[in-house]
């Protein structure tokens, strides 16, 4: 039996208007970087974090703690690429509620 490696970590939705389209769409092109597959959890809901359709429907609003977990071959450098955009806020100016820069 051959295991494929995995990584999972929490993190909080701290956008403003919660994960809308553009965060989602950032998530997805992160995603399909990567060979491994994303699931992002809220709550009992789990869903594919490479799908833009799963990730609008996911409702997470501004507070929101997700579960991330990648499976794969590069599990662990797909969830830092992932999880790394939560913790820079997308590149938004929280105090703005627009992309920083």
Not at 13 to 22: A, C, D, I, R, T
Not at 59 to 77: C, F, I, V
């Given at each position: 039996?051959?295991?494929?490696p995995s990584?999972?970590?929490e993190?909080?939705?701290?956008?403003?208007?919660?994960?809308h389209?553009?965060?989602?769409?950032q998530i997805v092109?992160?995603?399909?970087?990567?060979?491994?597959t994303?699931v992002?959890?809220?709550?009992d809901r789990?869903?594919?974090g490479?799908?833009?359709?799963?990730?609008?429907?996911?409702?997470a609003?501004?507070g929101a703690?997700l579960?991330l977990?990648?499976t794969?071959?590069?599990?662990?450098?797909?969830?830092?690429?992932?999880?790394?955009?939560?913790?820079?806020?997308?590149?938004h100016?929280?105090?703005?509620?627009?992309?920083?820069g």
């Amino acid at each position: 039996m051959n295991q494929q490696p995995s990584s999972s970590c929490e993190v909080v939705v701290m956008l403003e208007n919660g994960l809308h389209l553009s965060p989602a769409a950032q998530i997805v092109k992160t995603a399909q970087a990567y060979r491994s597959t994303l699931v992002i959890q809220k709550g009992d809901r789990k869903i594919d974090g490479k799908s833009m359709l799963d990730l609008m429907t996911l409702a997470a609003e501004h507070g929101a703690k997700l579960r991330l977990e990648t499976t794969g071959e590069d599990a662990e450098a797909a969830l830092q690429a992932v999880s790394a955009l939560f913790a820079r806020n997308f590149d938004h100016d929280a105090a703005a509620g627009k992309p920083a820069g």
